[in-house]
């Protein structure tokens, strides 16, 4: 059985059919169909909200895949409350080129798991531009599958990436979050994220420290460093004689990003006179120096 529903002149399309099943884990729901816009345009997309516990974060997601032949050019993320979907512009970008089985759930992992200061996230499905729903299966085009009841994520789509119509009656999309233990240094977001520049933090990490800004600097720089798993770190800082000014950072750090300030002062609090002097970062096989000058 096939119905569709107009959706902005395009075709928001549903194909059931009975021989459609969740697969052999009984966790899972029982499919009902699947669903996608027909034909998708450039920012032709879905979007699913998914709450998130506060000492959780989302490291993942699980969806009932319709053809294994299709690739989602990217899973978006953003942060919000229930029932406001966001533009594609106030999300980040959180996986690329997804692929998944046909007719199965199918899993991805995002570049690094993601907490929120809000009730929860968006995570958004982009479709390939251009390609139909004409089926169920392989072949059959990108769609995504579709429960019934309060089994389902709440979820919507659109054709412009920013205008959304709510998937109507009882139905909601099979797509189950993965979570994990929020851990100090993960990325959160704060609201709607705006900008291309913002999907440069989904990146996985690297263990590495940052150039130093601004430099030279006064009265104080700003260094920034990653981790791209838990490791014993030591940032200090050094004068042109090699001696230890300031031991900044000398302990063991969960993975994730960090920020460290220094006002160009030494360990007991006195200013330090300008010139140079040299930042050396370590953590675990990786030591780095930089090169940084105060003036006056």
């Given at each position: 059985?096939?119905?569709?529903?107009?959706l902005?002149?395009?075709?928001?399309?549903?194909?059931?059919?009975?021989?459609?099943?969740?697969?052999?884990?009984?966790?899972?729901?029982?499919?009902?169909?699947?669903?996608?816009?027909?034909?998708?345009?450039?920012?032709?997309?879905?979007?699913?909200?998914?709450?998130?516990?506060?000492?959780?974060?989302?490291?993942?997601?699980?969806w009932?895949?319709?053809?294994?032949?299709?690739?989602?050019?990217?899973?978006?993320?953003?942060?919000?409350?229930?029932?406001?979907?966001?533009?594609?512009?106030?999300?980040?970008?959180?996986?690329?080129?997804?692929?998944?089985?046909?007719?199965?759930?199918?899993?991805?992992?995002?570049?690094?798991?993601?907490?929120?200061?809000?009730?929860?996230?968006?995570?958004?499905?982009?479709?390939?531009?251009?390609?139909?729903?004409?089926?169920?299966?392989?072949?059959?085009?990108?769609?995504?599958?579709?429960?019934?009841?309060?089994?389902?994520?709440?979820?919507?789509?659109?054709?412009?990436?920013e205008?959304?119509?709510?998937?109507g009656?009882?139905?909601?999309?099979?797509?189950?979050p993965?979570?994990?233990?929020?851990?100090?240094?993960?990325?959160?977001?704060?609201?709607?994220q705006f900008?291309?520049?913002?999907?440069?933090?989904?990146?996985?990490?690297?263990?590495?420290?940052?150039s130093?800004?601004?430099?030279?600097?006064?009265?104080?720089?700003?260094?920034?460093?990653?981790?791209?798993?838990?490791?014993?770190?030591?940032?200090?800082?050094?004068?042109?004689?090699?001696?230890?000014v300031?031991r900044?950072?000398?302990?063991?750090?969960?993975?994730?990003?960090y920020?460290?300030?220094?006002?160009?002062?030494?360990d007991?609090?006195?200013?330090?006179?300008s010139?140079?002097?040299?930042?050396?970062?370590?953590?675990?096989?990786?030591?780095?120096?930089?090169?940084?000058?105060?003036?006056?």
């Open positions: 059985m096939k119905r569709t529903i107009i902005c002149s395009l075709f928001l399309t549903f194909l059931s059919s009975p021989a459609l099943q969740a697969g052999s884990q009984p966790t899972y729901p029982a499919i009902e169909g699947v669903m996608g816009v027909d034909p998708a345009l450039a920012e032709s997309c879905a979007a699913v909200w998914i709450a998130i516990p506060e000492d959780k974060a989302l490291a993942g997601i699980e009932f895949n319709n053809d294994g032949g299709v690739t989602f050019p990217g899973l978006y993320l953003g942060s919000g409350v229930p029932e406001t979907p966001l533009a594609l512009d106030e999300t980040v970008l959180a996986a690329t080129d997804v692929i998944g089985q046909s007719e199965a759930w199918s899993e991805v992992t995002f570049n690094q798991p993601v907490t929120c200061a809000s009730e929860g996230l968006y995570v958004i499905f982009r479709f390939p531009e251009g390609q139909l729903v004409a089926d169920v299966g392989l072949g059959g085009g990108p769609a995504i599958g579709y429960v019934a009841g309060d089994l389902g994520a709440p979820g919507w789509l659109c054709s412009d990436g205008s959304y119509n709510k998937v009656g009882t139905f909601g999309f099979a797509v189950l993965v979570f994990v233990d929020a851990q100090p240094g993960m990325m959160q977001l704060m609201g709607a900008g291309p520049d913002m999907a440069e933090l989904m990146k996985p990490l690297v263990t590495m420290l940052d130093p800004y601004p430099n030279p600097f006064n009265p104080e720089t700003v260094l920034k460093y990653s981790l791209a798993e838990p490791e014993n770190v030591s940032l200090s800082i050094y004068d042109l004689r090699g001696r230890l300031t900044l950072a000398d302990e063991f750090q969960d993975a994730g990003n920020e460290v300030v220094w006002k160009g002062r030494d007991n609090n006195r200013r330090m006179s010139g140079v002097y040299f930042v050396r970062f370590s953590a675990g096989d990786v030591e780095t120096t930089r090169r940084v000058v105060m003036v006056k």
